[in-house]
């Protein structure tokens, strides 16, 4: 079973940065994919960005050029840098992570149990 635990969220001013991070643990044989979505209120989750093992990034058009996501593949960790919040990005942020699983490779797809982020003054 893999576990995934996400930490860094809170309350910052519009305009202000926030850093998540998520590990995963368990019996990973390989994490091919992590990535971060998030959901507001009363509305629908979104993609904000998701990075491979081979470090290819993609980003939601709503935070390109503010947000980078980064991966050490040694701790089997994803970070999320905010920079440049705003309101708007209030939401639960989850994070994702596709790999396979010891012993026998089986896929999985697991996710964490969310950290709230709220952009307020």
């Known amino acids: 079973q893999v576990q995934l635990v996400e930490s860094g969220g809170g309350l910052v001013q519009p305009g202000g940065s926030l850093r998540l991070s998520c590990t995963a643990s368990?019996?990973?044989?390989?994490?091919?994919?992590m990535g971060w979505y998030r959901q507001a209120p009363g509305k629908q989750y979104e993609k904000v960005a998701t990075?491979?093992?081979?470090?290819?990034?993609n980003y939601a058009d709503s935070v390109k050029g503010r947000f980078t996501i980064s991966r050490d593949n040694a701790k089997n960790t994803v970070y999320l840098q905010m920079n440049g919040l705003k309101p708007e990005d209030t939401a639960v942020y989850y994070c994702?992570?596709?790999?396979?699983?010891?012993?026998?490779?089986?896929?999985?797809?697991?996710w964490g149990q969310g950290t709230q982020v709220t952009v307020s003054s």
């Open positions: 368990g019996n990973i044989s390989s994490l091919n994919a």
């Open positions: 994702l992570g596709v790999g396979t699983a010891q012993p026998l490779g089986a896929p999985f797809g697991s």
């Open positions: 990075i491979t093992i081979g470090d290819s990034t």
